[in-house]
Nanobody
Framework: QVQLVESGGGLVQPGGSLRLSCAAS????????MGWYRQAPGKQREFVAH??????VYADAVKGRFTISRDNTKNTVYLQMNSLKPEDTAVYYC???????WGQGTQVTISS
């Protein structure tokens, strides 16, 4: 089982940026499928982005604004979020698809 710990959330104004990190306790394969999801209050958890080897996929709502990346030497996956909007407010979760492990989540709030 892989333990995942997210960090980097916070409160930012619309148009701002944040970078989320997901640190894995165990070694993650350089080709393993890792992803980010989010859950807003009163809504279902939704897909944000995933990365498999160097291939990335994004939800339409974040395409062009968010970038997922990984550093296998640090067992860490990142989510760079730019041009943030109030509708991006949610708890963001990291997921390891191979073991179906989830992190505890990090709160992102976009508000002026």
């Amino acid at each position: 089982q892989v333990q995942l710990v997210e960090s980097g959330g916070g409160l930012v104004q619309p148009g701002g940026s944040l970078r989320l990190s997901c640190a894995a306790s165990g070694s993650i394969s350089s080709i393993s499928l890792m992803g980010w999801y989010r859950q807003a209050p009163g809504k279902q958890r939704e897909f944000v982005a995933h990365i498999h080897s160097d291939t990335t996929v994004y939800a339409d709502a974040v395409k062009g604004r968010f970038t997922i990346s990984r550093d296998n030497t640090k067992n860490t996956v990142y989510l760079q979020m730019n041009s943030l909007k109030p509708e991006d407010t949610a708890v963001y979760y990291c997921r390891d698809f191979v073991t179906n492990s989830w992190g505890q989540g990090t709160q992102v709030t976009i508000s002026s």
